[in-house]
């Protein structure tokens, strides 16, 4: 009887713990992982559930160390100078994760956008007073605030100003990335010299800020699933697909140019040398550069198979996914003098523009076909 081995590890890691690790560089983006775009609502809405210690999901991760599974990292938006290499991806969660660094740790102004898409720097607060009410709306207890913490009217006057730690405490607006630092204390400090309540009421009061705002925040743990390094590349490609049903699907090139990255090679700038060549063969006027890596993945694996009669000939997403480096860059020109030949044999047969072709993806196996042939074709 085998045991099945398990290619991942499930746990919790704590909110901090893990807003540590994209800070220093541990954690970081694989670079097909698109640009982080939340709005201001939405990190808002995010502020509010951690506060409530309410679930917001789980978090999927991938180790690296791995040749065979290697992609070019970028640390999360924020963060500048970590070390190069990580120690895991952020395959799902990016946009959570990206919103609760920003917002809780890096204490600049969060870089995001309004309603209307347009761009603005928020500081963001929990206004404990409100917080704290039994009857409370927790969303309407999170707070942004302008980059200089002052807000205006239409005509740019300025209506509340919090721009001071007492005007803050005066307000019970507390800054919450000062949650994970000593900011606390000195916010606790202003806080309990107020006048404006009894110091009974002001213990009371911290009291219930303590267990039911900063607690829950420093104690918020998140389920994470890790995807052990030997994982093999198309499974990673599958299941971060399978998680991020809402975005738009990665093509291979994407996925390609992400793994030729982390060996210093820029597929995008290549494809685009290559497709110059075809400016004059009006019959690759549609050529794709998914359609590309599949022709030359054709031509990589029907060379191996004349090797090693028992490897097949194919190029589906797996094959391509497959594609290593060293065969790219031996096959490349050569299926880029097959795709033109192709247009020269279509133009003898009466196919003289793109639209002209049933079928675009038959320039596939025709430009494999003539790169394998050459003169015999």
Not at 62 to 86: A, C, I, Q, Y
Not at 190 to 201: H, P, Y
Not at 239 to 262: D, H, I, M, R, S
Not at 269 to 293: E, I
């Amino acid at each position: 009887m085998t045991t099945a081995i398990s290619t991942f590890d499930s746990t919790k890691k704590g909110l901090l713990d893990l807003l540590k690790d994209i800070k220093i560089g541990k954690t970081q983006l694989p670079d097909f992982q698109r640009g982080w775009v939340w709005d201001d609502d939405r990190i808002k809405n995010l502020l509010a559930s951690v506060s409530l210690a309410f679930p917001i999901g789980s978090i999927l991760l991938l180790e690296t160390g791995n040749d065979s599974t290697r992609f070019k990292p970028r640390p999360v938006e924020g963060v500048t100078d970590v070390p190069t290499e990580p120690e895991r991806l952020i395959l799902d969660g990016q946009q959570r994760l990206t919103s609760l660094f920003q917002s809780l740790l890096s204490e600049k102004p969060v870089l995001t956008h309004d309603i209307r898409k347009k761009e603005i720097k928020r500081h963001y607060f929990i206004n404990v007073f409100e917080a704290i009410k039994n009857d409370s709306d927790r969303e309407d207890a999170i707070i942004s605030l302008p980059e200089d913490l002052k807000l205006r009217n239409f005509r740019g006057e300025v209506t509340a100003d919090y721009s001071t730690l007492e005007l803050q405490c005066k307000a019970g607006l507390l800054y919450l990335p000062y949650i994970f630092n000593n900011g606390i204390w000195e916010w606790q400090n202003t806080f309990m010299t107020q006048d404006t309540i009894s110091q009974a009421e002001k213990w009371d009061t911290w009291g219930k800020i303590n267990s039911e705002i900063i607690q829950r925040f420093q104690q918020y743990q998140f389920p994470v699933i890790t995807l052990k390094k030997e994982t093999k590349k198309e499974a990673v490609c599958l299941v971060f697909e399978k998680v991020n049903t809402g975005g738009v699907t990665l093509t291979v090139f994407e996925l390609l140019t992400a793994t030729y990255a982390a060996e210093d090679f820029d597929l995008r700038n290549d494809w685009f040398s290559q497709k110059r060549k075809f400016k004059n063969h009006p019959q690759l006027g549609n050529l794709q550069n998914d359609d590309y890596l599949a022709a030359i993945t054709l031509l990589s694996t029907y060379e191996a198979h004349k090797q090693d009669n028992t490897k097949g000939v194919s190029c589906k997403r797996r094959d391509i996914l497959r594609l290593s480096l060293s065969n790219y860059k031996k096959y490349a020109e050569m299926i880029s003098n097959g795709f033109i030949t192709a247009s020269k044999f279509l133009m003898s047969q009466n196919f003289y523009k793109a639209k002209d072709i049933p079928y675009r993806t038959q320039l596939i196996p025709l430009a494999a076909i003539f790169s394998a042939l050459g003169d015999e074709a």
